[in-house]
């Protein structure tokens, strides 16, 4: 990479790695206080409406943020069409789900579902007058700000979250919680950047952007399906309660995966497209990223699989022990999670949208297929199957990566397989010598430390030059 593009990749790499790791951990201690003083059900009043909120979000941000990142030029008219499209069609949809809040109630015969899914939808409303904002964001790596605005809104929403809670409005807690989030992201977002919009209604630049968004908005609805098809299924084969356990299990599995991929996303394909006309330099940029991403993935999502038990009784107590085994199986599969989302993040800067659509209805509809077979077997069976085709479709996304840039099947495995071998190696050895340690806290810190120097110490000893890479640009940070 050119100096100045490898400099702003690795401040991007660097602030988005600060703020996804205050976020996360601002994330961990709310989420503490709330699973203490809340029950499974009252999350899972929340799970069953998630999708609803976040598929109307997607049809109203219709992949226009990537479009926009992915244009060469972008003028003013540009962000004023996408910010009065946004308002427009995010009003349109709440109208529709408030009219159609009686039909979710009834399809999952829970009738206090009405009123709270329509006080629930007014966060993706509230958040269509900030997408255009994000979008100026993301195209221009204005990490530090995005960063800011979300960790000031996580901290003022958690706040009210846990006072509510604690004052008896269970789950109407924790949607005000949300709701708080959004408004409190807009307005910092409109705080920070300099966008601002005109009354000026030109739709016309939308033109240029639809062929390519049109697949993204697609595609986003699938992957929203897909990974909310636990809370779906869950709820209407099984109980409010299996559904609060998914939820919260998941919720774990989010933090620590989104920990790496959306500092990942927020850097990765504007800088893959602003390399689109240079495959060579774009493999190489591709297979940084790649060890990168695999050399953080790995340890950080087996690591919350291999203490799963320990955090979910030390935190949120025994009350929630039903949640450790889905937590265990779903890190296995948040662990590729960041490389798959490098790998769409490669196709979609290279304009690949169909290929990306494809990929994610094809994948959405086999884990489906997989779900309604395998459900009356038991939530575990659903889970495994969830976990092997998630992983197995690694292959299907190097497949198209290969036909763009031609990076084989072997050389990726150069890349991310040692990384895996090195973190199970870590856990292994780790499980072996703390497993006749009975005392909870003592096995929990030990299993973190120990993993951890491990890995280090493998990955100092193979001379891993990802790891040294890391080392340095911390030591000139420090400077």
Request: aromatic letters at 14%.
């Amino acid at each position: 990479m050119s100096g100045t593009l490898k400099e702003k990749t690795a401040k991007g790499l660097f602030w988005g790695g600060i703020s996804n790791g205050v976020l996360q951990l601002l994330n961990l201690v709310f989420g503490v206080f709330l699973a203490r003083i809340l029950n499974a059900n009252d999350y899972g009043m929340v799970g069953m409406l998630a999708i609803f909120s976040l598929l109307s979000s997607t049809i109203q941000e219709s992949g226009l943020t990537a479009a926009i990142a992915n244009k060469k030029e972008v003028s003013h008219n540009d962000y004023n069409a996408v910010f009065w499209f946004n308002i427009i069609i995010g009003s349109l949809l709440y109208i529709v789900l408030f009219l159609i809040s009686p039909l979710i109630a009834v399809f999952y015969k829970i009738p206090e579902l009405t009123s709270l899914a329509r006080y629930s939808f007014l966060g993706f409303l509230i958040s269509s007058f900030g997408v255009v904002q994000n979008s100026y964001f993301f195209r221009n790596l204005m990490i530090k700000q995005k960063s800011i605005s979300l960790m000031v809104s996580l901290a003022i929403s958690g706040i009210i979250g846990i006072v509510l809670a604690y004052n008896g409005f269970s789950y109407w807690g924790i949607a005000t919680q949300n709701i708080v989030y959004i408004t409190c992201v807009v307005s910092c977002y409109w705080y920070f950047s300099p966008w601002r919009p005109t009354f000026k209604l030109d739709f016309t630049p939308l033109k240029q952007m639809i062929g390519f968004s049109s697949k993204l908005l697609i595609t986003n609805l699938f992957i929203h399906l897909n990974n909310n098809l636990f809370s779906i299924l869950l709820g209407k084969f099984y109980t409010k309660a299996d559904v609060g356990n998914y939820t919260q299990a998941n919720k774990w599995n989010y933090m620590g995966y989104s920990l790496v991929s959306d500092t990942l996303h927020n850097v990765s394909q504007p800088v893959l497209a602003k390399i689109n006309d240079d495959v060579l330099r774009q493999q190489n940029v591709f297979r940084k990223l790649l060890r990168f991403t695999s050399f953080i993935a790995f340890p950080v999502m087996l690591g919350i699989s291999f203490v799963s038990y320990e955090l979910i009784v030390i935190t949120i107590t025994e009350k929630w022990l039903p949640a450790v085994e889905i937590l265990q199986l779903l890190c296995i599969s948040g662990a590729f999670i960041p490389i798959i989302r490098l790998y769409s993040n490669l196709l979609i800067s290279r304009g690949k949208s169909n290929v990306y659509m494809w990929c994610n209805i094809t994948l959405c509809l086999s884990l489906l297929v997989s779900m309604l077979i395998t459900h009356s077997f038991g939530m575990r069976a659903m889970f495994i199957g969830y976990v092997i085709i998630n992983i197995c479709w690694v292959l299907v996304w190097h497949y198209f990566l290969w036909k763009e840039i031609k990076i084989s099947l072997l050389n990726a495995l150069k890349d991310i397989l040692p990384f895996l071998v090195i973190t199970i190696t870590s856990i292994l050895i780790s499980y072996f010598l703390l497993k006749e340690i009975n005392n909870l806290y003592i096995r929990f810190v030990g299993k973190i430390l120990l993993t951890a120097i491990l890995y280090v110490i493998i990955l100092w000893i193979t001379r891993a030059k990802v790891f040294r890479e890391s080392l340095t640009f911390l030591k000139q940070r420090t400077i």
